[in-house]
T-cell receptor, first 113, second 114 residues
Framework: DVKVTQSSRYLVKRTGEKVFLECVQD?????MFWYRQDPGLGLRLIYF???????EKGDIPEGYSVSREKKERFSLILESASTNQTSMYLC????????????FGPGTRLTVL | AQSVAQPEDQVNVAEGNPLTVKCTYS??????LFWYVQYPNRGLQFLLK??????LVKGSYGFEAEFNKSQTSFHLKKPSALVSDSALYFC????????????FGDGTTLTVKP
C-alpha cells in the first residue's frame, strides 16, 4: 500500500513565523501535491511537483513556496505565516499526472495566531 | 476553466436505502473523473474513477458512479447504505489536457442513520 506521511498532525504558529510542512511518500511516485482544505471550499491546489526540483503553481500559490530536493519528499513553506493561512493542509502523491489516483496523507491542521 | 459542483452540502439517508451523491462538472476536452471519501480526522481515500470506456464505474465499498457526458454528471451511488458510509465525499475532475491540475468539489457530507 502507498503510504503518504506528513510531519505533524497539528501545528500552532504565530503570525510572521516561517513554517515548514513536510510530506514523504514511500512508493517512488513521480508527482506530489499540496492542497489546502477549508470548509465549504473543498480542496484547492497550492503547488505540485512532477519531478525532483520541478514545480508548478496551482490555483492558490500566493504566500507559499515549495521544495523538492528528493523524489520522496515534498515540502510546503509559508515564508511569513498569516492568520488567513490557518487551514488543513493535505499532501498527495501519484504515479502519473493524468489518469492516476492521488494518494493522500492524513493532513496537518495549521493554526496561525 | 474547469469546475466541479456538488449541489448538496448534506445528504441524509436511512440505513439500507439507496444513496446518491451528485456531481456535475465543466471542463474543456475529455474529463477524467474521480470520487474520494474522507472519514473524520483522516486524509482522503480513493473510491473510483472514470477514464474511458464503460460509463458505469464500480469502486470500493460497493460504490459505483455513472458518467453521463450529455448531462456532464458523475453521480456516486450505492444500492444499500451502511452507517459506516457516513463521511465527507469529494468529486474531482481533471481534463486530459491539463496535467496535474485536478479541481475538487466543495464536498458533500453523507449521514446514514440506523
Amino acid at each position: 500500500d502507498v503510504k503518504v506521511t506528513q510531519s505533524s498532525r497539528y501545528l500552532v504558529k504565530r503570525t510572521g513565523e516561517k513554517v515548514f510542512l513536510e510530506c514523504v511518500q514511500d512508493m517512488d511516485h513521480e508527482n506530489m501535491f499540496w492542497y489546502r482544505q477549508d470548509p465549504g471550499l473543498g480542496l484547492r491546489l497550492i503547488y505540485f511537483s512532477y519531478d525532483v526540483k520541478m514545480k508548478e503553481k496551482g490555483d492558490i500559490p500566493e504566500g507559499y513556496s515549495v521544495s523538492r530536493e528528493k523524489k520522496e519528499r515534498f515540502s510546503l513553506i509559508l515564508e511569513s505565516a498569516s492568520t488567513n493561512q490557518t487551514s488543513m493542509y493535505l499532501c498527495a502523491s501519484s504515479l502519473g499526472l493524468y489518469t492516476d489516483t492521488q494518494y493522500f496523507g492524513p493532513g496537518t491542521r495549521l493554526t496561525v495566531l | 476553466a474547469q469546475s466541479v459542483a456538488q449541489p448538496e452540502d448534506q445528504v441524509n439517508v436511512a440505513e439500507g436505502n439507496p444513496l446518491t451523491v451528485k456531481c456535475t462538472y465543466s471542463v474543456s476536452g475529455n474529463p477524467y473523473l474521480f470520487w474520494y471519501v474522507q472519514y473524520p480526522n483522516r486524509g482522503l481515500q480513493f473510491l473510483l474513477k472514470y477514464i474511458t470506456g464503460d460509463n458505469l464505474v464500480k469502486g470500493s465499498y460497493g460504490f459505483e458512479a455513472e458518467f453521463n457526458k450529455s448531462q456532464t454528471s458523475f453521480h456516486l451511488k450505492k444500492p444499500s447504505a451502511l452507517v459506516s458510509d457516513s463521511a465527507l465525499y469529494f468529486c474531482a475532475v481533471r481534463p486530459n489536457t491539463n496535467a496535474g491540475k485536478s479541481t475538487f468539489g466543495d464536498g458533500t457530507t453523507l449521514t446514514v442513520k440506523p
